[in-house]
């Protein structure tokens, strides 16, 4: 029953998304606005996540703040519709578009070790959460090469 709700949610976004920005800016959304800021909070969160292990802090409580890395990366590569190749001091390189597969399989990797990072969190697993936070940062760097301009 979940996994339809998410999977319907997912279906809505993207729809959302293919209406192109023509739509999204009717409604006063800024694709590019969107997703610039969701990075900040994302980069945000997960400063704050590694903090917490290199501090040995409560690893219980980064379930949440994983689990929002998981969510964001699921409807993430709805954030580029057509149109918003440009424009806002987009750093979007034109790969996202031409290899929309590519991104969106560099955007699940991310959420995949998101969730295994959750898992680990709410199990208190210290070397589970360590291999998992690796994971996460290696999916960011792995994206950035091949879809974003430095
Ligand atoms: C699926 C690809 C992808 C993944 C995974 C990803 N990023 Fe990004 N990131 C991008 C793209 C593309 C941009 C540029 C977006 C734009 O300018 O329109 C960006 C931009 C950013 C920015 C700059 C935002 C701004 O204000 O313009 C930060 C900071 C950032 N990412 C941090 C991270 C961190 C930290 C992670 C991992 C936890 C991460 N990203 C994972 C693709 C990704």
């Known amino acids: ?3 339809t709700i998410v999977f319907l949610g997912l279906t809505v976004a993207a729809t959302a998304g293919f209406a192109g920005t023509g739509m999204a800016q009717s409604q006063g959304i800024d694709p590019i606005e ?17 903090a917490v292990v290199a501090a040995k802090g409560d690893l219980k409580s980064l379930e949440g703040p994983a689990k929002a890395i998981q969510r964001y990366a699921a409807i993430y590569p709805t954030l580029f519709p057509k149109g918003t190749e440009s424009g806002g001091n987009t750093k979007a390189k034109p790969e996202i578009w031409s290899d929309t597969a590519g991104f969106t399989k560099a ?11 959750a898992t680990a969190a709410r199990a208190n697993d210290e070397a589970g959460v360590a291999t ?16 974003r301009n430095r």
């Open 34 to 50: 969107l997703r610039q800021t969701g990075m900040d909070l994302l980069a945000g969160d997960f400063a704050g996540i590694r």
């Open 132 to 147: 998992a936070v690796k994971a996460v940062g290696d999916a960011c760097g792995a994206c950035h090469r091949a879809y």
């Open 1 to 3: 029953m979940k996994k």
């Open 107 to 117: 955007s699940a990797a991310m959420g995949a070790a998101a969730g295994e990072l």
